[in-house]
């Protein structure tokens, strides 16, 4: 009798041993979808596949956080938000939010102008372009009363945009007093005078930072619960996003 429930249990464990070994050999939906998507598209750089909660149809992030939506086959694509109307909320931008997210304590803030005002207690990092006139707008009516904050604003002159930004970023860098110079001439609209003979390396690692968080525009705020949010957006939101958890 022993020997039979040892023989059984023997088989059973067999059996399980073949189903888990075909299951890990069997590519899951979501490979499938990405060899799919990658045979057809070979030049985009696939980082993540999933399947969305609309039959058939799955999530794909490209390099550039760049988010599609695709068949199985990757025979049809779409962009564009995917609604849950029940829940009233974008499945797409939630997404793009996660993707955003910047981890706010490895941000190598010895590249950047420091201003502490107030207590100091809420972060906030800034790519800002001196040229950019949304960077002034930003400067001059949104962030003036803010108060009990500190700021870190990394200089991220956008060239293809504004040639002589790369000149006034290193102007600004190479000052003595850099959170002066910067506040003078964004704030006051004082013309920058000095050189931009010095150890500039410090801009091109905020360079190569910029583009590997993806930021393609200036101004691109990011605040200390490491939300990245693009524009010269209002005082008020603002606000709610240095207290936001």
Not at 192 to 197: M, P, Q, V
Not at 233 to 241: G, N, R
């Given at each position: 009798?022993n020997?039979?429930?040892?023989?059984?249990?023997?088989?059973?464990?067999?059996?399980?041993?073949?189903?888990?070994?075909?299951?890990?050999?069997?590519?899951?939906s979501?490979?499938?979808v990405?060899k799919?998507?990658?045979t057809?598209?070979?030049?985009?750089?696939?980082?993540?596949?999933?399947e969305?909660?609309?039959?058939g149809?799955?999530?794909?992030?490209?390099?550039?956080?760049?988010i599609?939506?695709?068949?199985?086959e990757?025979?049809?694509?779409?962009?564009?938000?995917?609604?849950d109307?029940?829940?009233k909320?974008?499945?797409?931008e939630?997404?793009?939010?996660?993707?955003n997210?910047?981890?706010f304590?490895?941000?190598?803030?010895?590249?950047?102008?420091?201003?502490?005002?107030?207590?100091?207690?809420?972060k906030?990092?800034?790519?800002?372009?001196p040229?950019?006139?949304?960077?002034?707008?930003?400067?001059?009516?949104?962030?003036?009363?803010i108060?009990?904050?500190?700021?870190?604003?990394?200089?991220?002159?956008?060239?293809?945009l504004?040639?002589?930004?790369?000149?006034?970023?290193?102007?600004?860098?190479c000052?003595?007093?850099?959170?002066?110079?910067w506040?003078?001439?964004?704030?006051?609209?004082?013309e920058?005078?000095?050189?931009?003979?010095c150890?500039?390396s410090?801009?091109?690692?905020i360079?190569?930072?910029g583009?590997?968080?993806g930021?393609?525009?200036?101004?691109g705020l990011?605040f200390?619960?490491g939300?990245?949010?693009p524009?010269a957006?209002?005082?008020?939101?603002?606000?709610?996003?240095l207290d936001?958890?």
């Open positions: 009798m020997t039979t429930v040892k023989a059984l249990a023997l088989a059973a464990s067999m059996l399980l041993s073949l189903s888990a070994c075909n299951a890990n050999a069997t590519p899951s979501s490979e499938q990405q799919a998507f990658t057809r598209f070979p030049t985009r750089e696939v980082l993540s596949v999933k969305t909660p609309v039959k149809v799955y999530e794909v992030v490209v390099k550039g956080k760049q599609v939506y695709t068949d199985a990757a025979k049809y694509l779409f962009v564009g938000d995917l609604i109307t029940e829940a909320s974008s499945l797409t939630k997404k793009m939010a996660e993707l997210r910047v981890d304590n490895k941000l190598p803030f010895k590249y950047a102008i420091k201003e502490v005002r107030g207590n100091g207690s809420r906030l990092a800034v790519f800002t372009d040229d950019c006139p949304y960077c002034k707008q930003l400067e001059r009516e949104s962030l003036p009363d108060t009990n904050v500190t700021i870190y604003t990394f200089l991220y002159p956008l060239a293809q504004h040639p002589d930004a790369p000149h006034k970023a290193r102007q600004i860098w000052s003595k007093d850099r959170l002066a110079t506040t003078a001439f964004m704030r006051d609209g004082k920058l005078t000095g050189t931009d003979k150890d500039t410090a801009l091109d690692k360079e190569a930072m583009d590997e968080l930021i393609s525009g200036t101004p990011i200390g619960n939300r990245l949010v524009g957006i209002a005082k008020d939101d603002i606000e709610k996003l936001a958890k």
